[in-house]
T-cell receptor, first 114, second 114 residues
Framework: DQQVKQNSPSLSVQEGRISILNCDYTNSMFDYFLWYKKYPAEGPTFLISISSIKDKNEDGRFTVFLNKSAKHLSLHIVPSQPGDSAVYFCAASASPSGTYKYIFGTGTRLKVLA | DVKVTQSSRYLVKRTGEKVFLECVQD?????MFWYRQDPGLGLRLIYF???????EKGDIPEGYSVSREKKERFSLILESASTNQTSMYLCASSFPGQGYEKLFFGSGTQLSVL
């Protein structure tokens, strides 16, 4: 049972345009969400996070939106750059303070075309 | 910067062998995790540890065990390697602060079991 779903395995976007990566979750207890980026042969690196008390968090070109009623979050990258080409994972957690067990989605491979 | 180091980038083992994957972090983090990444399945949690000598099963612990004798080192052990354990293994660490904390990942170990 996949609690965190990324239904688009891949996405291609032209350089300079907006990239929108989506993530759906089923567990209403999830209250903290993260996005990670992963290049081939490297470990995932943290990108941006959002807690359930917010519906938006911004960091430079990256914005994450959370719609709790729809159990949906999205990552917007504006403008997209070729260096953004990577696999993006969303992750969710419902753990209390002290032990952070994150559930990851299956990933979306983003390709930004120059 | 936090550094999570996995001892091997690539490993090739034979079925039935006992395999040790080592992970060391240099930031005095309490929590350490082992994930495996497989195409179409995302990152799945195998085991995690929130203190020395403490461990908890993740979502897919079968066929694996772990050891945490020192705070900075978390080892994943495949007691008798099988071909379905061919995967990318990722170690991560985090510090349980005031709220949710992000995971810091190592570069991964690509294990092939023949």
């Amino acid at each position: 049972d996949q609690q965190v779903k990324q239904n688009s395995p891949s996405l291609s976007v032209q350089e300079g345009r907006i990239s929108i990566l989506n993530c759906d979750y089923t567990n209403s207890m999830f209250d903290y969400f993260l996005w990670y980026k992963k290049y081939p042969a490297e470990g995932p690196t943290f990108l941006i996070s959002i807690s359930s008390i917010k519906d938006k968090n911004e960091d430079g070109r990256f914005t994450v939106f959370l719609n709790k009623s729809a159990k949906h979050l999205s990552l917007h990258i504006v403008p997209s750059q070729p260096g953004d080409s990577a696999v993006y994972f969303c992750a969710a957690s419902a753990s209390p303070s002290g032990t952070y067990k994150y559930i990851f989605g299956t990933g979306t491979r983003l390709k930004v075309l120059a | 910067d936090v550094k999570v180091t996995q001892s091997s980038r690539y490993l090739v083992k034979r079925t039935g062998e006992k395999v040790f994957l080592e992970c060391v972090q240099d930031m005095d983090h309490e929590n350490m995790f082992w994930y495996r990444q497989d195409p179409g399945l995302g990152l799945r949690l195998i085991y995690f540890s929130y203190d020395v000598k403490m461990k908890e099963k993740g979502d897919i612990p079968e066929g694996y065990s772990v050891s945490r004798e020192k705070k900075e080192r978390f080892s994943l052990i495949l007691e008798s390697a099988s071909t379905n354990q061919t995967s990318m293994y990722l170690c991560a660490s985090s510090f349980p602060g005031q709220g949710y904390e992000k995971l810091f990942f190592g570069s991964g170990t690509q294990l092939s079991v023949l």
